[in-house]
C-alpha cells in the first residue's frame, strides 16, 4: 500500500491574524443574519408593520458595519499577502543572482591549471545551499500567489456584501418612510378639530353647534387613530406637528436660497417645490437637504431646469458611493465641468465612478476629494473619462492612494504632452517617427 504523503501548508507571515479575524467576524455576521432570519418568521403576516421594519433596519445596520469591517480585513489581508510576494520575488531574484556569480566563479577556476579543488568544492557547496533556498523561495511565492488569489475573491464577495446590504437598508428606510406617512390623515385630523374649537370660541351664539362638530372631529381623530396604528398620547402627535412645522420653515428657507440662482435664470420655483417633494418621498431623504444640494448644483452651473433631475442621479451616486449627497454632487459637477459635459451625462459619470470604486482600492469620497487635480489635465490632452477611471482603478488596486494616483497621471500626462520631454520625444521616436 503506498504511503500518502501529506504537505505541510507554508504560512505567508501576518496571514494567520488576518483569517482569524475575519472568522471571528463572519461568526458574528451569521448571527446577525440568523437573527433577521427569525423576524421574518415571526412576523410572516406582517412584514411591512413600522415595529417589524424598525427591528430588520437596526439589524441590517449592524449585518453592514460588520460587512463593511470584513471589508477591510480582506484589503488588509490581500495587501499583506501581495507585500509578502514582492517580498520572495526579490529574494528570488537576489538567489538567481549569486547561484549565476558562483557558477561564473566555477567556471573561472576550472580555466586555470590550478583546479584549485578546495575552492570549487567550496563554490559548488554554496551553488547547492542557494539552489536549495531558490526552491525553498519559489515553493513560497507560488503559496503567496495562491494567497493573494484567495483573498482577492474573498475582497470582492465582500464588497459586492456591502454594496447589496446598502440596498436593503435603503429599502427599509423607504419602507419605513411609508409607515410613517400613515400618521398624515390623523395630523390633518388634528388640525381640523383645532380649527373648529377657535371657531366655537370665536363665534359664542353657535357655541353648542360648535362643540357638537367638535366632537365629531374628535371622533374621527380616534378612529384615524386607531386605524394608523398609533398609540402614543395626543400631546406626542402634537410634539410631532411642531417638527413638522419646523421641518416645513427650513425647507422654505432652504427653498428661499435656491430661488436666489434658480428665480433669476427664470426657473419656476412652485415647479421645483413640487419636484424637491416628490424626490424626498422617493427617496426617504429629507427635502431640506435635497433643497441645499440642488442649490450647490445650482451655484455649480447646473441648468435650473434640470438641477432636481441632477441631484436625483447625484443621490443615487450617493448610495452606491458610501458618501453624502454634497459630495456626489461636488464630484459629479467637477467632472461634468470638466469635460464639458451635458447634464445628460451624469449617470454616465456616476457608472464609472462606482466602478471605479468596485474595481480599485478607493472610494467616491476620495476620487471627490482627489480628481480635481488631475481633470483639467486629462481634458486637454483627451484623456476621456473611461480612461482616466481606468487607470484610477488599477493604481489605488496596486495599493496607490487616492491623492497620490491623481498627482502621477497629473504629471505622467504633463510630460507626455510636452514635446520636449524625454519620454515624449521616445513617444514620438516609436510611434509617429516609426
Known amino acids: 500500500m503506498a504511503t500518502k504523503t501529506i504537505k505541510a501548508r507554508l504560512e505567508i507571515s501576518g496571514d494567520k491574524d488576518y483569517r482569524e479575524k475575519l472568522k471571528k467576524v463572519n461568526a458574528e455576521l451569521e448571527q446577525h443574519k440568523s437573527t433577521l432570519g427569525q423576524l421574518t418568521k415571526k412576523y410572516k403576516e406582517n412584514q411591512n408593520s413600522q415595529?417589524?421594519?424598525?427591528?430588520?433596519?437596526?439589524?441590517?445596520?449592524?449585518?453592514?458595519a460588520l460587512q463593511k469591517e470584513a471589508l477591510d480585513l480582506t484589503a488588509g489581508g490581500l495587501k499583506n499577502a501581495q507585500k509578502e510576494q514582492e517580498r520572495y520575488v526579490s529574494q528570488i531574484d537576489k538567489l538567481k543572482h549569486e547561484i549565476e556569480a558562483k557558477r561564473t566563479a566555477l567556471k573561472q577556476l576550472n580555466k586555470t591549471k590550478d583546479e584549485a579543488k578546495e575552492k570549487q568544492t567550496k563554490l559548488n557547496k554554496e551553488i547547492k545551499d542557494y539552489e536549495a533556498q531558490l526552491k525553498e523561495a519559489n515553493k513560497r511565492n507560488d503559496e503567496a500567489s495562491r494567497v493573494v488569489d484567495e483573498w482577492a475573491k474573498k475582497h470582492d464577495k465582500a464588497q459586492k456584501a456591502v454594496n447589496d446590504t446598502s440596498a436593503q437598508i435603503a429599502e427599509y428606510e423607504k419602507n419605513l418612510k411609508e409607515a410613517d406617512n400613515s400618521t398624515d390623515e390623523c395630523t390633518e385630523s388634528i388640525e381640523r378639530y383645532e380649527k373648529e374649537v377657535q371657531t366655537a370660541s370665536d363665534e359664542q351664539e353657535h357655541f353648542n353647534k360648535k362643540i357638537d362638530d367638535s366632537e365629531a372631529v374628535a371622533k374621527s381623530l380616534a378612529i384615524s387613530l386607531t386605524a394608523s396604528g398609533l398609540k402614543g398620547k395626543i400631546s406626542d402627535v402634537a410634539d410631532a406637528i411642531k417638527e413638522c412645522i419646523k421641518a416645513?420653515?427650513?425647507?422654505?428657507?432652504?427653498?428661499?436660497?435656491?430661488?436666489?440662482i434658480a428665480a433669476a435664470n427664470g426657473g419656476d420655483m412652485d415647479a421645483m417645490r413640487k419636484e424637491l417633494m416628490a424626490l424626498s418621498n422617493e427617496t426617504g431623504q429629507s427635502a431640506v437637504e435635497l433643497a441645499e444640494v440642488t442649490y450647490g448644483a445650482l451655484s455649480a452651473g447646473m441648468d435650473t431646469a434640470e438641477a432636481v433631475d441632477f441631484v436625483s442621479k447625484a443621490t443615487k451616486l450617493a448610495t452606491g458611493g458610501f458618501t453624502d449627497n454634497a459630495t456626489a454632487v461636488d464630484v459629479l459637477t467637477t467632472v461634468l465641468n470638466g469635460y464639458n459635459m451635458e447634464l445628460d451625462k451624469a449617470g454616465e459619470v456616476s457608472d464609472y465612478l462606482i466602478a471605479t470604486q468596485n474595481l480599485g482600492k478607493t472610494t467616491v469620497g476620495e476620487l471627490a476629494g482627489s480628481l480635481g487635480e488631475v481633470l483639467p489635465v486629462a481634458a486637454a490632452y483627451h484623456v476621456e473619462m473611461d480612461n482616466l477611471s481606468s487607470a484610477m482603478a488599477i493604481l489605488t488596486g496596486n495599493g496607490i492612494a487616492t491623492a497620490d494616483s491623481t498627482t502621477y497621471l497629473k504629471s505622467m500626462l504633463n510630460d507626455l504632452g510636452d514635446r520636449g520631454s524625454a519620454v515624449s520625444k521616445t513617444l514620438i521616436e516609436k510611434t509617429i517617427g516609426a
Open 51 to 64: 415595529e417589524v421594519l424598525s427591528q430588520k433596519a437596526e439589524q441590517m445596520n449592524t449585518v453592514f
Open 248 to 260: 416645513s420653515a427650513e425647507f422654505e428657507t432652504a427653498l428661499a436660497k435656491v430661488s436666489t
